[in-house]
């Protein structure tokens, strides 16, 4: 069975950071692009980075770059997003999800395995 699990959230004040991280089991993670998600109350879900196994098969969305890394341990099975310089906006529940994809490219729709989620929580 495919199964994630993020792990890492929590408080922190404006400008802090967290290393949220995802355990991937159940396939193999090079066949899959690996997608964070996240969802603030009342809003949609939003995507917020992916990584996949291509060249330049990194994604981040404008408000997150140069904030926030994607990055991956292939042994491990785990991919992380390092969160810095974090703003009350980051404020969410985060989600990984998973597509039987080497492309990251789509919408939540497209990623049909998720994790159970993490909530990450900015005060200022």
């Known amino acids: 069975q495919v199964q994630l699990v993020e792990s890492g959230g929590g408080l922190v004040q404006t400008g802090g950071s967290l290393r949220l991280s995802c355990v991937a089991s159940?396939?193999?993670?090079?066949?899959?692009?690996i997608g964070w998600f996240r969802q603030a109350p009342g809003k949609d879900r939003e995507g917020v980075s992916c990584i996949s196994n291509v060249h330049r098969g990194i994604y981040y969305e404008d408000s997150v770059k140069g904030r926030f890394t994607i990055s991956r341990d292939i042994a491990k099975s785990t991919v992380y997003l390092q969160m810095t310089s974090l703003k009350s906006e980051d404020t969410a529940v985060y989600y990984c999800?998973?597509?039987?994809?080497?492309?990251?490219?789509?919408?939540?729709?497209?990623?049909?395995?998720w994790g159970q989620g993490t909530q990450v929580t900015v005060s200022s």
């Open positions: 999800a998973a597509r039987r994809s080497r492309w990251c490219l789509g919408t939540p729709a497209d990623f049909g395995s």
């Open positions: 159940g396939f193999t993670l090079e066949d899959y692009a």
